[in-house]
């Protein structure tokens, strides 16, 4: 039972992600809205770690299924995409060194700035 109560909070925030993504005149995906709510929750203390915590490593570890039908119909698009390889070979590097950078540069500034809370 403590399965689906974890399942239902997540799908719970996604849902409320959906909803901004349809009434907010942003070009934001309704995804970011989605882990922006739920790094709120859980830096607030609302939603605790532990009330997620066993489905989010479940769903993280069942994550690389969700792209094999995006790859399949890469590859089924053979013809199409074989003059472009390394142009998306390219973009696809840049893109992951960004995320990487980015992600790092965040992580490190939300280290400091709790670091800095606790040291007051």
Known sequence: MNYIFQ??????????GELLNALLPLPVPASVYGL????LLLCTKIVKLEQVETVSE????????????PTVGIMNSYGLVKGKILALFIACFLSFVSVVAVTGLVSQAIIRMK??????
């Open 7 to 16: 399942l239902a909070i997540i799908f719970g925030i996604s849902f409320i």
């Open 36 to 39: 922006v709510i739920l790094f």
């Open 58 to 69: 479940y769903l993280m570890a069942i994550m690389p299924l969700f792209f094999i039908e």
């Open 115 to 120: 670091q800095k809370k606790e040291g007051k």
